[in-house]
T-cell receptor, first 111, second 116 residues
Framework: RKEVEQDPGPFNVPEGATVAFNCTYSNSASQSFFWYRQDCRKEPKLLMSVYSSGNEDGRFTAQLNRASQYISLLIRDSKLSDSATYLCVVNRGGATNKLIFGTGTLLAVQP | DTGVSQNPRHKITKRGQNVTFRCDPISEHNRLYWYRQTLGQGPEFLTYFQNEAQLEKSRLLSDRFSAERPKGSFSTLEIQRTEQGDSAMYLC??????????????FGNGTRLTVT
């Protein structure tokens, strides 16, 4: 079982739709959580951090449920430019200070 | 441009050859990470440095792989006796301290290796 699991998709949605991605992580000691966006053949870029209280950045809302070890990302009013792969990322913390990436969820927003 | 820089962008090599990639992190960042990414997968951790010290290596990093960061600035990743299975995107990233909410991890645009 992978340490960070995501549905690979693809999610095909029309413009203006609301879409949600989920992610689970297996290490209960994980300390910090992020969503990265990766465009085709480009490097990953930080989209937003995910805080315990949940947080919002414009059309994007991230939620964290530590008890269930579950992270989500909600995108409202999807734009064509949102088409990308969304990577769920966890900092395992402790002596192993590195980010662990999920396989990513591919989003295709259709006109 | 003050971001993470990687060279070359693309490398095509024949099986059995050695290749070396270079990464220049953001100048004040003391942490430098190497990841590998294949099609349809997320980046997989290979190794990381804090300053010049290599603190962790993944099981993915066979003895054909070696990484250095001799002066705590740029880093090199060498693959000896390349195999077709080494074909991937090699991503370098850097952060100021532990990658966390206040010190995000920044990636370079990667070196795409093709082994024929």
């Amino acid at each position: 079982r992978k340490e960070v699991e995501q549905d690979p998709g693809p999610f095909n949605v029309p413009e203006g739709a609301t879409v949600a991605f989920n992610c689970t992580y297996s290490n209960s000691a994980s300390q910090s959580f992020f969503w990265y966006r990766q465009d085709c053949r480009k490097e990953p870029k930080l989209l937003m951090s995910v805080y315990s209280s949940g947080n919002e950045d414009g059309r994007f809302t991230a939620q964290l449920n530590r008890a269930s070890q579950y992270i989500s990302l909600l995108i409202r009013d999807s734009k064509l430019s949102d088409s990308a792969t969304y990577l769920c990322v966890v900092n395992r913390g402790g002596a192993t200070n590195k980010l662990i990436f999920g396989t990513g969820t591919l989003l295709a927003v259709q006109p | 441009d003050t971001g993470v820089s990687q060279n070359p962008r693309h490398k095509i090599t024949k099986r059995g050859q050695n290749v070396t990639f270079r990464c220049d992190p953001i100048s004040e960042h003391n942490r430098l990470y190497w990841y590998r990414q294949t099609l349809g997968q997320g980046p997989e951790f290979l190794t990381y440095f804090q300053n010049e010290a290599q603190l962790e290596k993944s099981r993915l990093l066979s003895d054909r792989f070696s990484a250095e960061r001799p002066k705590g600035s740029f880093s090199t990743l060498e693959i000896q006796r390349t195999e077709q299975g080494d074909s991937a995107m090699y991503l370098c990233a850097s952060s100021l301290g532990q990658p966390d909410y206040n010190s995000p991890l920044h990636f370079g645009n990667g070196t795409r290796l093709t082994v024929t």
